[in-house]
């Protein structure tokens, strides 16, 4: 073995560019290890045997690779650690912002401050996109807003970290508030929508609560922007440990398109604006927008079956399943669903016996919520508030939803032991897909399930995608605006020539 070289020299021997030089490492053509310093070091044999042997060949058909430096994610067998914390472990624990804040410094005395929007900006965002028609989905809903709200920022070509990162904060916060607000139809009397404005914990870290509105914490505000009026507020804090394992995923397709646009000097909203289109792509976030459908056609478990087969005969794929990466199985996956079905797993102990009094049909059954009876008259504050008896054992789990006048707010069937049907459907699901041996579930499934569960509207996923990412997308950007890679890639010419 030779002298181990660095990567200037190596590509100076090889006479070709360090992207190349990384490529063939990605290929297996050239090993490296980590010198003393942390960069990069090669087998000075080994780079002049390949020297003498020529330029490895493109072998037709086969994946085109590109390999650049970077020291925001790593990926690992069946998961993704952001600066060398496991997203996974970071997700149980961190709000969407703490995330944001470690994957743009590495500091972990940094400060996890809250994310707001400039108000004129975001009202002129929320005017763009509300002459949108209305079947627009809200990926494509983003893309506006972010046009809009670059439009209406200054500042927005300062490139320095800390400008960056004033920047991601605003316009993370900008994309969600700009939204439309969900329809609902308002409580007679109160003016509220029915589950709107519940707390789901007090702003920790560990349940990423916070109160509504402009200052609660990123990932509720999301909520309360896609979820159905009638969700169950549990599955907001499964929203968030989402947002934070999506946040980032290493050179996935979009993050290749963003770190392009930031090394030729675009601005943060440019960045994101190239992985917004990026983002659409069926075979990236668009995956889980292709799992809502299927869990949408499924209506029973018994449809599983034909519903994926009708797919394969027509040339489809199956959306959830496989993953370029991770051959062995997506970890992700696996620790988002175990998330969804501790948050709406039924609970054993709560028992609701038949009864004609509408406040305990209320909470099996959500269709009975629409109470006009005078028992629920006259009742304020949570449901479960001041009652006693068979009554209050019928209500259990973070009931936040108010009663009020004629009319009580809905409360999830699942709470009290009915599962959702959604939940049978996927199993049912993943039970066929085992008989089919098709490839392991991906996080694009379980993030499809999550928003099916919550009754949002159509390609939601897709938005929880796009924001969460957003903040990786700008920690690639700042590591091109401080070392700009050449980006300008070569094609391998086929045509005809003249």
């Known amino acids: 073995m030779g002298r181990w070289i660095g990567a200037d020299e190596a590509s100076r021997r090889l006479g070709v560019k360090p992207a190349t030089l990384y490529a063939y490492v990605s290929r297996g053509v050239l090993a490296r290890r980590k010198g003393d310093d942390g960069r990069s070091v090669f087998d000075s044999e080994e780079i002049e045997r390949l020297a003498l042997r020529g330029r490895p060949r493109h072998r037709p058909g086969a994946a085109s690779e590109l390999v650049i430096e970077s020291a925001v994610t790593l990926l690992g067998p069946d998961r993704a650690y952001y600066r060398g914390r496991d997203a996974i472990d970071l997700a149980a624990t961190a709000t969407f912002e703490a995330a944001a804040t470690w994957l743009w410094t590495g500091d972990p005395a940094a400060g996890a401050a809250g994310l707001g929007a400039?108000?004129?900006?975001?009202?002129?965002?929320?005017?763009a996109q509300d002459r949108l028609p209305p079947g627009v989905l809200p990926l494509e809903r983003l893309q506006v807003i972010t046009t809009t709200l670059a439009a209406a920022d200054p500042v927005r070509l300062t490139l320095d970290p800390e400008a960056v990162i004033r920047t991601g904060r605003s316009l993370i916060a900008g994309l969600i508030d700009?939204?439309?607000?969900?329809?609902?139809?308002?409580?007679?009397?109160?003016?509220?929508?029915?589950?709107?404005?519940?707390?789901?914990?007090?702003?920790?870290?560990?349940?990423?609560?916070?109160?509504?509105?402009?200052?609660?914490?990123?990932?509720?505000?999301?909520?309360?922007?896609?979820?159905?009026?009638?969700?169950?507020?549990?599955?907001?804090?499964?929203?968030?440990?989402?947002?934070?394992?999506?946040?980032?995923?290493?050179?996935?397709?979009?993050?290749?398109?963003?770190?392009?646009?930031?090394?030729v000097r675009a601005d943060p909203y440019a960045v994101v604006a190239a992985g917004l289109g990026v983002t659409s792509g069926a075979l990236h976030g668009g995956a889980s927008l292709g799992v809502e459908a299927m869990l949408a056609e499924a209506t029973d478990p018994s449809l599983a079956g034909a519903v994926m087969g009708q797919r394969l005969r027509r040339g489809e794929r199956i959306p959830g399943f496989g993953h370029a990466v991770y051959k062995s199985g997506d970890a992700r996956a696996t620790a988002l669903l175990d998330r969804i079905r501790a948050a709406t797993r039924p609970d054993p102990s709560a028992s609701a016996p038949p009864s004609a009094d509408p406040v305990v049909a209320a909470a099996i059954d959500p269709v009975a919520a629409a109470v006009t009876s005078p028992v629920a008259s006259g009742i304020t504050g949570p449901v479960a508030s001041g009652i006693t008896g068979p009554v209050a054992s019928g209500i259990t789990g973070p009931v936040t939803s108010v009663v009020t006048g004629t009319v009580a707010a809905p409360v999830r069937a699942g709470r009290v032991g009915v599962p959702h049907p959604a939940l049978a459907v996927a199993d049912a699901i993943l039970a066929e897909a085992g008989r089919r041996h098709l490839p392991h579930v991906n996080v694009d499934f379980a993030l499809g399930l999550l928003t099916t569960l919550a009754g949002m509207p159509r390609g939601a996923g897709e938005a929880i995608f796009a924001v969460a990412r957003t903040a990786g997308w700008l920690a690639h950007a700042m590591e091109e605006y401080a070392h700009p890679t050449r980006l300008r890639l070569r094609a391998s010419y086929t045509g005809p020539l003249a």
Not at 118 to 127: F, K, T
Request: aromatic share 4%; no cysteine; charged share 15%.
């Open 178 to 263: 700009a939204l439309p607000n969900p329809s609902a139809v308002a409580v007679p009397g109160t003016g509220a929508v029915p589950g709107a404005g519940s707390a789901v914990g007090t702003g920790s870290a560990a349940d990423g609560g916070g109160a509504a509105g402009g200052g609660g914490a990123i990932a509720w505000r999301l909520w309360e922007k896609l979820a159905a009026p009638d969700a169950d507020p549990a599955l907001a804090d499964v929203l968030r440990f989402a947002m934070v394992l999506l946040a980032d995923h290493e050179l996935a397709a979009s993050t290749l398109a963003a770190r392009v646009a930031a090394s």
């Open 118 to 127: 400039e108000p004129v900006a975001v009202a002129a965002a929320r005017a």
